[in-house]
Nanobody, 121 residues
Framework: QVQLVESGGGLVQPGGSLRLSCAAS????????MGWHRQAPGKERELVAD???????NYANSVKGRFAISRDNAKKTVYLQMNGLKPEDTAVYYC???????????????WGQGTQVTVSS
């Protein structure tokens, strides 16, 4: 069994910063791409940023220049540093990871339980 546990959400004023963390645990042979998605009320879930096992990053246009994704492979953890937060960044943020349980077979998508980020004055 694999678990993704997120932390770091909360309430912040516009222009503020937050850092989200997501730690993977369980039966993990390999961690491929890890990322963050978000879902605002009444909207579809969207990709915020992701990072491959070799460190290549990808960002949604709406967060480029403000958010930074990173990972620590030894700790099986992915981070999202969010700066210059705006009210439109308010959403539930979900961690996602493609995980292989063994050398054989493909990777499976896993999701965290979500953490609320609210940007408001």
């Amino acid at each position: 069994q694999v678990q993704l546990v997120e932390s770091g959400g909360g309430l912040v004023q516009p222009g503020g910063s937050l850092r989200l963390s997501c730690a993977a645990s369980g039966n993990i042979w390999g961690l491929n791409t890890m990322g963050w998605h978000r879902q605002a009320p009444g909207k579809e879930r969207e990709l915020v940023a992701d990072i491959t096992s070799s460190g290549t990053t990808n960002y949604a246009n709406s967060v480029k220049g403000r958010f930074a994704i990173s990972r620590d492979n030894a700790k099986k953890t992915v981070y999202l540093q969010m700066n210059g937060l705006k009210p439109e960044d308010t959403a539930v943020y979900y961690c996602n990871a493609q995980i292989k349980a063994s050398y054989f077979g493909g990777a499976t998508d896993y999701w965290g339980q979500g953490t609320q980020v609210t940007v408001s004055s």
